[in-house]
């Protein structure tokens, strides 16, 4: 069964520094999606993705963050510049249709760890 | 996207049914309600989705009352691998979900 994959599984940076995390979202889906979850507490909508610009973002995707896919196959969630409160775990999502009757498909997530 | 209402944890004895609840009184029309889960240390999963019909697929059972002001997810025989915490979304696009707390679910051996 396709599957969307994402890279590191964990990553470790110093606050102040950028990051970028890598997803593969399944090959034929056209919407992509990062959430994120801090440790025990619910998944958040950070941004959504569609034709190649964000279609909805959360208050949460302010000016530090950003999404890009850079080729035909990854879908990236950059930081600018870390802070300790953005310690969690982000989940990426592809859907194949934009129709409600579609499910997301989320990876296992990468967890971020800010120092 | 209106808001539901979830019991913060419920518990099953394995291989017997599950029914996990959720309210959401205020939805509107058009909103579909999808229930995903999110097993210890792994990404949410779909599970079911409806809109004002009874639904049923490998997974589970999704039974929507008539006001869709409340909804059911049924585990038809809960096996441990169904602990998790269980969401319930309501979306009308289906495009970004907005998690509550969900329900998390113990199955007892």
């Known amino acids: 069964e396709p599957e969307v994959t994402q890279t590191p599984s964990h990553q470790v940076t110093q606050m102040g520094q950028e990051v970028i995390l890598r997803c593969v979202p399944i090959?034929?889906?056209?919407?992509f999606y990062w959430y994120r979850q801090i440790l025990g507490q619910k998944v958040e909508f950070l941004v959504s993705?569609?034709?190649?610009?964000?279609?909805?973002k959360s208050e949460i995707f302010d000016d530090q963050f950003s999404v890009e896919r850079p080729d035909g196959s990854n879908f990236t969630l950059k930081i600018r510049s870390t802070k300790l409160e953005d310690s969690a775990m982000y989940f990426c999502?592809?859907?194949?249709?934009?129709?409600?009757?579609?499910?997301?498909?989320f990876g296992p997530g990468t967890r971020l760890t800010v120092t | 996207d209106a808001k539901t209402t979830q019991p913060n944890s419920m518990e099953s004895n394995e291989e017997e049914p599950v029914h996990l609840p959720c309210n959401h009184s205020?939805?509107?029309?058009?909103?579909?309600i999808h229930w995903y889960r999110q097993l210890p240390s792994q990404g949410p999963e779909y599970v079911i989705h409806?809109?004002?019909s009874n639904v049923n697929n490998r997974m589970a059972s999704l039974a929507i009352a008539e006001d869709r002001k409340s909804s059911t997810l049924i585990l038809h025989r809960a096996t441990l691998r169904d602990a998790a915490v269980y969401y319930c979304?309501?979306?009308?696009?289906?495009?970004?979900?907005?998690f509550g707390t969900g329900t998390s679910l113990t199955v007892i051996p």
């Open positions: 999502a592809s859907k194949g249709q934009g129709f409600p009757t579609y499910e997301q498909y």
């Open positions: 090959s034929n889906h056209l919407y």
């Open positions: 993705f569609y034709n190649n610009e964000i279609s909805e």
């Open positions: 205020t939805i509107s029309g058009t909103d579909y």
């Open positions: 409806g809109l004002t």
């Open positions: 979304i309501l979306s009308r696009t289906g495009n970004q979900f907005y």
